[in-house]
């Protein structure tokens, strides 16, 4: 399998922007999957590969540690690690199929990475994928998921 990078790239808008709505409608957390750009005028023009999609159950979020963070959480971490389906692999927080270790990566994901972000982020792949491989590692679990492959140093 060839390692491919990507950047996750997030935008949350805030209570003002809400309340601007001309209809109060709510507006979602959404999580774009972008080829990998470097600077900020580079990424003006920026390739969006997918949309990452946040369920039937609700809707993404960040910034703090609750249900919307865990959905971000699991569809990044699913996408990022290859593993399909978040409700299928068992990390949604919304399927009542949770996979013990998957569930214990996802919450760790939260604590640690999403529930610091601002409103608008970009994270590249190989950051989640060595952020992973960390965890694992400090959770002595050494049955890695296969999408868990890390670029040589050198890439």
Excluded at 34 to 57: A, C, M
């Amino acid at each position: 399998m060839t390692y491919q990078d990507w950047t996750y790239h997030s935008l949350q808008f805030g209570p003002e922007r809400q309340r601007n709505q001309p209809d109060g409608a709510w507006e979602p957390g959404r999580i774009w999957v972008e080829d990998p750009e470097f600077g900020p005028t580079e990424r003006q023009d920026v390739t969006v590969l997918r949309e990452l999609q946040s369920g039937p159950y609700g809707d993404f979020a960040w910034g703090y540690n609750g249900n919307g963070t865990s959905r971000a959480a699991a569809a990044i971490l699913a996408d990022a690690l290859e593993l399909g389906d978040p409700v299928k692999s068992g990390i949604s927080v919304d399927d009542g199929l949770e996979d013990d270790v998957l569930v214990r990566l996802r919450e760790a994901f939260c604590d640690e990475v999403l529930s610091q972000d601002c409103a608008e982020w970009r994270l590249r792949r190989v950051v989640i994928l060595r952020w992973a491989r960390s965890w694992y590692d400090q959770a002595a679990i050494t049955a890695l998921p296969d999408g868990l492959q890390l670029p040589a140093l050198d890439d």
